[in-house]
């Protein structure tokens, strides 16, 4: 990310994939400007969000006109570190694992699992996805100073100790998908999934809390 996003209102910087996939979308269609209002529309964001959004990047708009899609696009590549991969790897290449190798999250953001790992003889040498199933006792070896994050779908017991291991080899962010709350040093982000959890919950909400028509 660049210098400059330090002005950027934390709120604001969430929004900015989001406009981004919208900005992408209207480029690969050939569209050459749009409005605040038709963005506003795609994206569910009110407008004058959008336009003071804007106004913490310059004046990206003008009146009668709107927004240029190429400007905007190139600002948000530069300011998303779009023209970066992200260099990502997937321990434990399970079920879940296995779905995550075959879904293609290149589509909409510029990150790419480059190897797997796996404990299972029967697992390791293959290719799955396109990506490659390495030994898990191999981990060091390559992940060290190449990948960024890793995602983790190994089962709960395993969790920990393959935590420890890739903080060990440089990695600064973990996607947890096990039940296990694992612990890490300060400077190391985790972002925890625990897809029953959030089932569960919806199931919960659905039964105590259910929206009304036309409730947001
Ligand atoms: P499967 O049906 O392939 O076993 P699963 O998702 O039910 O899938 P889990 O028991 O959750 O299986 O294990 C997920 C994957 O993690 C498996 O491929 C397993 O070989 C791998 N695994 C287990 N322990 C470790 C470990 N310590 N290091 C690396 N991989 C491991």
């Known amino acids: ?113 480059e190897y797997a790992f796996d404990s299972n003889p029967e697992k390791v040498g293959t290719e799955i996805g396109g990506v490659p199933v390495k030994h898990i006792d191999k981990l060091e070896d390559i992940v060290k100073g190449d990948i960024t994050a890793a995602i983790l779908t190994v089962p709960s017991a395993a969790a920990q100790g393959i935590t420890d291991r890739l903080v060990h080899s440089g990695v600064s962010g973990i996607l947890n998908f096990t039940p296990a709350r694992i612990t890490v040093p300060e400077h190391i982000r985790v972002h925890h999934i625990d897809l029953s959890i959030e089932l569960q919950a919806l199931v919960y909400f659905l039964k105590h809390y259910p929206l009304e028509a036309g409730e947001e």
């Open 1 to 113: 990310m660049d210098i400059e996003q330090h002005k950027i209102p934390q709120a604001t910087a969430k929004r900015l994939p989001l406009y981004y996939r919208f900005i992408n979308n209207l480029h690969s269609q050939g569209k050459l400007r749009v409005s605040s209002k038709e963005l506003s529309e795609a994206v569910k964001v009110d407008s004058a969000t959008i336009r003071r959004d804007f106004s913490y990047f310059g004046a990206l708009g003008k009146k009668g006109y709107g927004y240029n899609v190429e400007y905007l696009l190139s600002f948000f590549r530069k300011t998303l570190d779009q023209d970066e991969i992200t260099k990502v790897a997937l321990i434990g290449v399970g079920n879940l694992g296995t779905a995550f190798l075959h879904y293609n999250f290149m589509k909409n953001n510029n990150t790419k699992i």
